[in-house]
């Protein structure tokens, strides 16, 4: 089976830090995404990427970067944290038509 | 318009009914469609994908409507771990450089009553 791990199950920051959220996937998949899920708004794409060093952004990539230096791990930077990214971030990744989500980051900043 | 619509509910059901959702996509150019079975706190899963001829999995039946652009998933014999929230996706539209991308609805959330 598939294993997505995401570095913190929870973690609380202030305004103005930088925070650096990690995904790990264990199956060689290539593309790797990051969705961020609030309440009444679902699941939003940040970004997502296809190869190393490889990068899209998705619907939403305004405060965020992201790494990919190695195949299996796919980083997402918050440069300078603010209270209206206090979410849940989602890690996935895609094999064939599925997607294989990690157990997720709830992240508040203060 | 949201690209991918669906009733948030709740939806309070008795153990043993029979529920439907409905979900509207916008991008008649969506070319794979699938439910997500999303628990409390917990992360989405793959619940099951729709096809065009409609599928069916034990008691759950996805169904595909190009014509209108609405999926449905029905569950017979409810039990109480149905109770989740169900995700409606999208697949098809794409991105900068021509990467396919999955569009989540909100979800609908169901409760199954003893």
């Known amino acids: 089976d598939v294993k997505v791990t995401q570095s913190s199950r929870y973690l609380v920051k202030r305004t103005g830090e930088k925070v650096f959220l990690e995904c790990v996937q264990d199956?060689?998949?290539?593309?790797m995404f990051w969705y961020r899920q609030d309440p009444g708004l679902g699941l939003r794409l940040i970004y997502f990427?296809?190869?190393?060093?490889?990068?899209e952004k998705g619907d939403i990539p305004e405060g965020y970067s992201v790494s990919r230096e190695k195949k299996e791990r796919f980083s997402l930077i918050l440069e300078s944290a603010s209270t209206n990214q206090t979410s849940m971030y989602l890690c996935a990744t895609t094999g064939g038509l599925r997607q294989f989500f990690g157990p997720g980051t709830r992240l508040t900043v203060l | 318009r949201k690209e991918v619509e669906q009733d948030p509910g709740p939806f309070n059901v008795p153990e043993g009914a029979t529920v439907a959702f409905n979900c509207t996509y916008s991008?008649?150019?969506?070319?794979?469609f699938f439910w997500y079975r999303q628990d409390c706190r917990k992360e989405p899963k793959l619940l099951m994908s729709?096809?065009?001829s409609g599928n069916e999995d034990g008691r759950f039946t996805a169904q595909l409507n190009r014509a209108s652009q609405y999926i449905s998933l029905l569950i017979r014999d409810s039990k109480l771990s149905d109770s989740a929230t169900y995700l409606c996706v999208a697949k098809g539209e794409l991105s900068n450089f021509g990467n396919e991308k999955l569009t989540f609805g909100t979800g609908t959330r169901l409760t199954i009553i003893p």
């Open positions: 729709v096809y065009s």
């Open positions: 990427s296809y190869d190393v060093k490889m990068k």
């Open positions: 991008n008649s150019a969506s070319q794979s």
């Open positions: 199956m060689d998949h290539e593309n």
